[in-house]
């Protein structure tokens, strides 16, 4: 069973949403429409809250989790991924904040506080450290991240596409059953 209750909260999944049943969501995380969770993602929302936007993809192996609330950071760090938003194989999102269109490469690690702001694209294995935020329009990578150079216009429109090409891929798998 992917869906799990924490403390009497359980995951909210909006309409089409895909989730593969070796995936892992427990607590307060909310799906919205046509978001798609692929095989051995582990989601947990316990100790603050994760919400994952329209038609956005988390693919295999990803981590997803939260920083609780304390004196010294009264919100703590929920995770809040926007609309269209791409998180590839095996990343760490943690305690972050992506906005819309932007695709999350192949093993990144977001830390907690981190803002990506709309269109942004961070290349595979980049590690974001605490607190920063990446502005829209730009490529990231490395270890620790660059500010690369501006997206170009194919690159812009792929971030959209990609979210898209997982909308469609993720009615296949809900047609077959
Ligand atoms: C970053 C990326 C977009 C390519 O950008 P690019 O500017 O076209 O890069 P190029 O292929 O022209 O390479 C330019 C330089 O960056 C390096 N580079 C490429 N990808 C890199 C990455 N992820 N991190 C660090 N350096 C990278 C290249 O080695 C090259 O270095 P060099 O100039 O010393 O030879 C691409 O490599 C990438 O990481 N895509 C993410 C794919 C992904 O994870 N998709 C999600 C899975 S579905």
Known sequence: MALRTYHSIYPQ?????????????????????????????????????????QRSNVQDGSVLHVTRKSPQNPDGFPLIIGD?????????????????????????????????????FIGAGTLVPPNKRLESGYLYVGNPMQKKRPLNASERAFLKQSAVNYVNLKNEYLSQG
């Open 13 to 53: 999944l909006g309409a089409g949403c895909y989730v593969d049943e070796s995936s892992i969501i427990v607590g307060d995380v909310i799906l919205e429409d046509d978001a798609s969770i692929w095989p051995l993602v582990a989601a947990r929302g316990d100790v603050n809250k994760i919400r994952i936007g």
């Open 84 to 120: 269209d938003v791409t998180v590839g194989h095996k990343c760490m999102l943690h305690g972050c904040t992506l906005g819309n269109r932007i695709l999350v490469g192949m093993g990144a690690i977001i830390m907690d506080g981190v803002v990506v702001e709309d269109d942004v």
